[in-house]
C-alpha cells in the first residue's frame, strides 16, 4: 500500500511480527504512482519517470527513468512477471510500457486504450489490460497483437414483457 509518497509492504509470509516491511519514501521528493510486488522484489514507479527496485532487503536500484512518464503523463498501475524479468507500467494515457528489468530498457511500448489503464496483469505469457471503465484487453507479450477482448460493461437484462405488452413486476 502506498499514500502518494510512502511505501508500506504486508508481508503475510514472513514470520513473527515483520509482516509489516516499511519502506518509506522510495521516490524522495517525487510522488509514488504505482507499485508492482514481485516475490522477491517491490517495482515502484515514481512521479518523476523512475522506476526504483527495492529488495527484500531493503536496497534500493533505479531500474529506468521513463521520459514519457512524468507529472503531465503520470503512470497508473504496474505489474511485474512471476520470474521478475518484465515490468509493465499503465499510464492514464492508455500507454502501456514493458521494461525488460535485466537491461532497464523498453521492450514495447504502444498506446492500447483511448482510456486511462485500470489494470494490468501477467498472464501466461500475455498481457492483460483493463482500461478505467472495464473490460479486459489480452495482448501478445510484444503488444502487437490484440489476442481477447471482453466488453467494457456487461449489458442489463431486459425485464420479460407479458404478451400483453405489459412488464411482470
Known sequence: VH??????VIAPDRPGDAAAVPLGMVCDHA?????ALGPTRTFTICGDGRVVITD????RTPLITLAAIGPQHPARVAAVDDGERTVAVGGLDGTVTLIDVATGAIAARAELLDEGV????FVAGLVAV?????GVRVWSRALD???????????PARRPQRVGGEADP
Open 3 to 8: 499514500n502518494r509518497h510512502q511505501i508500506l
Open 31 to 35: 510522488t509514488v504512482d504505482a507499485v
Open 56 to 59: 527484500d532487503a531493503g536496497a
Open 118 to 121: 485500470g489494470g494490468l496483469a
Open 130 to 134: 483493463t482500461g478505467e471503465h472495464g
Open 145 to 155: 497483437v490484440e489476442l481477447l477482448r471482453l466488453p467494457e460493461r456487461a449489458v
